[in-house]
Each structure stands twice: as structure tokens, then as C-alpha cells.
């Protein structure tokens, strides 16, 4: 039977001027799910949803079938946690944060931690407000990876970070895999990170969930069917998800490239579609992709 | 986890805290030379002042926008505020004792020693402390600064509209009652107080106030998008 990191289902919560409409999606444990989507379709509402930061207004989130406000505080201290905004005290030095934060944490590993400090430069002595934003995402990055979580949920946390370390961010979240025990949630804009990395891919749009699915099968059977305004009606509908029209052609973003070439014949020019093209073609002008 | 949860709001916020003190004690330093100051009036000061000394502390939080940290972190929203109702009577029994230290140890202080740690004094002032919190506490919960802003707005305008009132005919007379109204069951209380049986009775209907504050103050907290 499949265990599962994190299960989400039916999650609402609605504000004034936007609504998260029954948001479900399954992560095993043991593997990596990015959560992309355009500015402002939910992913961060999603993320504090699971953390319990946002009282959601239906459904149910289970950590390790945990449910994260029943069994709040067992959830979490099998999380950890890397915020897209910082919420540390600006005025306290990291030093005090780590004395006020590592007690919560009975599998805090010190050495974990001073290593990790080591790693990233960390001054220990400067308070938060001194350090860079990539100084202050590897902060809570170090937090986040010396309790030896079992869950880790990281809310874009690779935007303010420079190439270099985000290579090594992402090198250090496949090696934490390696003991299939681990499993990441991953928000982030920059879906080349998630094609290095990421098992699974969630797309949320507008407060709804477009997709869940294993990143190998989306990658091996969407495409992008190029042409000019005639392969839009080429494309069967059941399986035709964006369009976009351009000064050189139009692109239609299929979920079954087979059945496009089918259809299309030889000729056709089909790419694979790769996670941005997903995102894009998805996220724009969806007029056309009924 | 709750005294986990006191540590952090202890590691996180003493700067903030010392900072705060020094012009407290100073203004006290200050309050102690004038020989009008009775024992009582200055410990009421003290306890008063200790109310908000505390609620400070946790409008930081919003100010700084932390407490999607403390909400993060492995703890029920329940053990966070009961962990700061605990902090905060903490830190004003420290405070009350401090502004006693103080009147001890300045040499221009008029204030006897003896009158300033009568059960029925300190009594009066850890009312205050207490009836305090439990009045800015859920304010300060839900709505953080905003909370202890609208409380001080909402004095100032009473105060407006009894200066006011003063001057309409007729109206001096009422003025004056709630005044002497408010100074009175203050002096009230603090010559019951040293009846066991009153001061047994005060304690438990200040509990109860505390606890139905706490309860308020966790159900709100409970529904705060952070």
C-alpha cells in the first residue's frame, strides 16, 4: 500500500477576490512535487493551508495521515518549512533564532546545522535584517533541514537565490531522496528547477487544480503542435489544453502527442513540451484552447 | 512545548524588552520625587503601566510579521496564547517588583516600603494587571497593534467627550460621578481587600474574567489567516 507524505483533499478557502475551489493531490512518501502556476493561482493560499496558517473552509490535509489541525503539532514537527516571505525577528541575530527554534525539534541535529552554516557563509552573530534575501532563504533553509524532516514544504524558495547555489539546493534536495524516506513540496515559478528534480507536477490555475501527475508521463505524452491557425481545429478537443498565436504561427499545447500525430500525419511539427511550455500555453490565452 | 514556546517569545523579544524598560523606569525614577505620590497611586501607575508594557511585546509580532513563525513551528495556536498570558503575567509581576526595587533603591523616593507591599495595595495592582490583560489581550490577539490602537483611541475620545460634557449644563455633575465612581471602587477595593472573605471573592471573579479573556483570546487566535 502506498504511503503518502502529504494528502490534500477537497481544500477550499475563498476571499473577496479570489477562492480556492477543492484543491486535491496525493505526494508519496519518498518523492518530490512541484506546485506551479501563474502569480496569484493559489499556491502559496495552498502551502499555508497545509501549514495551518490559513483556516481553510472545507476539506482535509493529512501529513503522514496526520490531520495538520487535529494532530497540529505531530504534523509539524515532521515538516520543515521555508516561507516565501521571511518572518523571522529582523532585529534578533540568527544565532537567537536557532536557541529559540531548535528546542522545538526533539530530532534537532546540531552538527546538521553547524555544518549547514559552514556551507552557506551563515553569519551567526548578524541579525536577519543584515543578510541578503539569499542569505535569508539559506537561513531558513538551514532551519528547515536540521530536524531531520520527514516532509519538507518550500514556498518559492529558490526566487532570490543566485544560479550557482540553486544548482546546490537542488543537488542537496535529490541527495535527501536517496533514502526514499523524505519527500518535497516545491513551489516555485522557475519550472527548469522542477525538471531537474521533481517526480510529480501539480498545476493549480485560478484556485483550481488543472493537474497532478508524474512528471515522466506529462513530459513523454504532452506537446506542442506547431502551425499555422489550422492545426488548432487539427487537434482533437478532448486533448487540446492551450493555444497560443504568435507572429510566427500558432502553438497548440496537446496532452497526447500520439493522437496529434495521428491526426496531423508525419509533416506535423510536434515538440515535446517541456514544463514552461505546459505552464505558459496553459496560463494563456484560454479562449482558444476550448 | 510551552515553556519552549515562552523561551522563544523570551530569546526572540528581550532586546525589545530592555529596550522598552529603560524610559519606564526612568519616567518612574521621575514619578518617585514628586512627595504627592502615595504607595498606592504609584504601584497602580506601575501595574497600569505594566499592562502595556507586556501587550507590547506581542504587537512586535505583528509589526515584525512573525508570527507565521511561531504558527509554523511544531505547537498548537492554543499553547501559543496560553504561553503568552503566562509571559505577559510574568512580566508584570517582575514589573511590579521592579518598580518596587526602584522605589527601595532610589534616595529621593517618598514612598515607604511598608505600605508599598500591603497585601491590600499589591492587591489592587495585580488586579489591575490582570483585569489589563484580560481587556487588551483578545484585542491585541486578533487585530495586533490595530487592537491596542482602537483601546487607546477609544479612552482618548471618552475622555474628549467628558471634557466636553463638563462644559453642557448639567452635565458636570455626571462627569464627576463616573469619576468618582472609578476612583472610588479603587479605594474600595483597596480597603476590602483586607477582608479574606472579599479578597477570596475578588480573586475568583478576576479568574474568571482571565479565563473567559484566555478562551476568547484562543478562539480568535484559532481563526486568524497568518
New interface residues.
Partial sequence: MTEYALEVTGLRKTYRDFALHDVSFRLPRGYIMGLIGPNGAGKTTII?LI?????RQGGEVKVFGLDNRLD??????R?G?V?D?P??????NLE??R???A???TRWNEDQFQGLVREFDLPLRKKFKALSQGMQTKFALALALSHDADLLILDEPTSGLDPVFRRELLRRLSALMQDERKSVLFSTHITTDLERIADYITFIRDGEIVFSASKDELLENWGVVKGDDSVVAAVEPSVRKGVRRGPYGVQVLTSNVNNARERLGAGAIIDKASLEDIMVLMSGDRRHAA | MLRNIVRKELILNRKALAGAAIPYIAWFAYVLREPDVTAGEYLVMSAAMAVFYQVALFVREGKLKTAALTCSLPVTRTVVVRARYLVACSLSASWIGAAILLALACPWSHVPLARLVAPNTLGVAVSIVLLGTAILFPLVVRFGLIGVLAFLVGMQVLGILAFLAVGLPGATASVNAVLSFVTGSIRALHANLGHPGFAAMWTFVVLAIVAGSYGLSVCLYGRRDL
Fill in positions: 499555508k501549514m495551518n496558517l490559513l483556516r497540529e503539532a505531530a504534523a509539524k514537527s515538516i518549512f516561507y516571505v518572518c523571522f525577528y529582523e532585529d534578533i537567537d533564532h536557541r529559540a527554534i528546542p522545538f525539534y
